[in-house]
């Protein structure tokens, strides 16, 4: 069986400083690419609920299990909550967190000399 060749979008450093985001495209596909106190993330710009464009979505952290009368947060700075109807999305996984079942296909990004490259 053949591997699929990934591609690779590399875009300078300086083009996302913490706390930014921006839109590449990669084998027609938008990616997302975010830089959330500083750790680079990736995932695919459409949420799987109704395709809304992740890149206008907020980040921050969620509600995490906890018992009862009490109340948790946490992973701050990797949780995306979609525009429309607010889904959240572990920026790590790509999982949903409110339904695990959904899913953002996420990307490998890394930082590579001045560069941020993004393998798609």
Same mark, same amino acid.
């Given at each position: ?10 875009? &300078?450093?300086?083009? +996302?400083?913490? /706390? ?13 690419? @975010? *830089? ?30 906890? &018992?009862?009368?009490? +109340?948790?947060? /946490? ?13 959240? @999305? *572990? ?30």
């Amino acid at each position: 069986m053949a591997t699929k060749e990934r591609t690779r979008i590399a875009f &300078p450093s300086s083009a +996302l400083p913490n /706390g930014s985001r921006k839109l590449i495209t990669a084998n027609r596909r938008e990616i997302a690419v @975010f *830089n959330s106190h500083g750790s680079l993330y990736a995932v695919y710009n459409r949420c799987p609920h109704h395709r809304a464009p992740l890149i206008a979505g907020s980040i921050g952290g969620a509600n995490l299990p906890s &018992p009862v009368g009490t +109340l948790r947060r /946490g992973l701050e700075g990797c949780v995306l909550f979609c525009p429309w109807h607010h889904y959240e @999305f *572990n920026l790590e996984s790509g999982r949903c967190i409110g339904d695990p079942r959904l899913r953002v296909a996420t990307y490998e990004v890394r930082r590579e000399g001045g560069e941020i490259a993004v393998y798609a």
